[in-house]
């Protein structure tokens, strides 16, 4: 999944226009209308069941070519009082923090302490975001994701002395910002990674720091410029603490802007954190976001978000595990070596080496976070395999993801069918209450999940008994709502 930002199309849109204010404002009305009615028009529809995009061998159907691609948004309306998402008949859950402004990622520091990525797409240069980009501004905005980014990390903790199994964090800090559009994080011995955008920055750090306040310094860059079409840029570290993996998704769907511009894009990169030299670890990775260790092995896995406007029935998104060299399709085919006639000049050297992905996640969901399940203090029947937030769709008729969900690991593969952790995110009426991004085991074994549209970080845990506190907190509750400075927290107001 991605917007798109075509560069040098925005004069043509306004020339027509004349000098007048009201005339552009005027044109741009019209071509909302013009382009609202052609969408309806192109009402493109799946004919197949999410379920059929989920698992190892996924129905990937002809390709739907339309005038227009499918675009079907789930307005962003925030959790009204009183209403939460849907555990698990087993689960539960609650509010462990609230009032963010589009809190992405979540890194749990070995003493238990939360930090949370408060970040958004970073801004355009004038005059360079072109017709489509404009457009898809429009769109993003309505699904809740068009507004400036916060450029902070939040840490949140819960005293030692806190025994309530529905705890929430009753510290709050402002941990990290200034910075630009932050998503990953990774703590090595005393310094903390974070992946801004356009580089890795390293921190210095002390077991207990409530905030940093020392300049960053730079590891390395990391590709962004003007299109910056995937913008989010992922971490995790070795085991033996010396390397980096550095998520980078691509420029672009499918290569229209040219490969010259995916240079170490659609790719995991391998840094060394001693020199912040880099290679690329693994290719052909449309847009890969969250990873984790799959321990029995030692394999570094992935969720990766494929490519758009091929119909609501492709392609699913996957969870693979990664391997040192491997190429993965983007751009030239999908899931294997399906090959998408759209790219040119095609590589049929490249599709025939294409490794086949472990697990699809179903078309469009926007897989993106990742957490393995080691620790966990949930049921065993999500005592081995990986938790997975899907942020859903914005271009898929009827509506993928909105959820957490589970995949079960059995010898350090995927091994059946999805379980349903965390849903509930849409309302009846096809608004989106929230949408979960970042997934998380804090030191008590419960599931973090870093709500971006609601601004919420849910706790999901198991039922306990009924001796044991088990009162369910709404994010609006004043309990939450005093953990918020508001002068330092203050969040924009979810598009509506």
């Known amino acids: 999944m991605g917007t798109d930002s075509s560069v040098g199309n925005r004069g043509n849109v306004e020339s027509f226009a004349g000098d007048s204010p009201a005339l552009r ?8 209308v013009l382009i609202a009615l052609l969408l309806s028009a192109c009402a493109e529809t799946a004919t197949l069941p ?10 990937l159907p002809p390709p739907k070519y339309t005038l227009l691609p499918t675009v079907n948004i789930a307005p962003a309306i925030g959790w009204p009082t009183g209403v939460m998402p849907q555990p698990a008949s087993d689960l539960a859950v609650s509010a462990y923090a609230a009032n963010f402004d589009h809190p992405r990622w979540l890194y749990v520091l070995p003493n238990g302490d939360v930090l949370v990525a408060e970040s958004n797409k970073p801004p355009k240069p004038p ?21 400036p980014s916060a450029n902070r990390i939040t840490l949140l903790r819960t005293s030692d002395g806190n025994i309530n199994v529905d705890a929430a964090a009753d510290v709050r800090s402002v941990f990290l910002e200034g910075l630009n559009s932050p998503f990953g994080m990774a703590l090595i011995g005393n310094n903390l990674y974070v992946a801004n955008t356009d580089a890795i920055m390293r921190f210095p750090y002390k077991t207990g720091d409530t905030r940093i306040t020392a300049a960053g310094v730079k590891l390395v860059d990391l590709p962004a410029g003007i299109i910056n079409h995937h913008w989010t840029k992922n971490l995790i570290a070795s085991a033996d603490g010396q390397t980096l993996y550095v998520a980078v998704g691509s420029n672009s769907n499918v290569a229209e802007r040219g490969m010259e511009v995916e240079k170490e894009r659609a790719a995991i990169l391998k840094v060394n954190i001693a020199s912040g030299t880099h290679t690329v670890f693994a290719s052909g990775l449309r847009n890969p976001v969250g990873m984790a260790w799959e321990p029995s092995t030692g394999a570094l896995w992935t969720v990766v978000n494929e490519r758009d406007e091929l119909g609501s029935d492709l392609v699913p998104d996957y969870l693979t595990s990664v391997v040192d060299g491997a190429f993965y399709g983007w751009p030239y085919s999908y899931f294997g070596q399906t090959v998408d006639v759209r790219v040119k000049p095609p590589r049929p050297d490249l599709v025939a080496t294409a490794r086949v992905p472990d697990y699809a996640l179903g078309p469009h969901t926007a897989s993106l976070g990742l957490a393995f399940s080691s620790g966990t203090s949930l049921p065993p029947a999500f005592a081995n395999g990986m938790f997975i937030g899907q942020r859903g769709s914005w271009n898929r008729r009827p509506h993928s993801g909105y959820k957490v969900i589970f995949v079960p690991f059995v010898e350090g593969k995927p091994s059946g069918s999805p379980i349903d952790v965390l849903t509930g995110f849409l309302s009846d009426e096809k608004k989106a209450f929230g949408r979960p991004v970042g997934v998380a085991l804090d030191k008590r074994g419960a599931l973090l999940v870093a709500d971006d549209v609601g601004n919420v970080i849910w706790r999901v845990r198991s039922k306990v008994s009924s001796s044991v506190s088990t009162k369910v907190t709404s994010p609006l509750t004043s309990q939450v709502r005093q953990q918020t400075n508001t002068a330092a927290f203050k969040s924009e107001k979810v598009s509506q």
Request: overall charge positive; aromatic content about 6%; some cysteine.
């Open 25 to 32: 404002c005027g044109a741009r009305g019209s071509l909302i």
């Open 50 to 59: 999410v379920s059929a995009g989920f698992g190892a061998t996924p129905e």
């Open 127 to 147: 005059g360079t975001v072109g017709i489509k980009g404009w457009v898809m501004g429009l769109v993003m905005k309505r699904a809740g994701s068009g507004v």
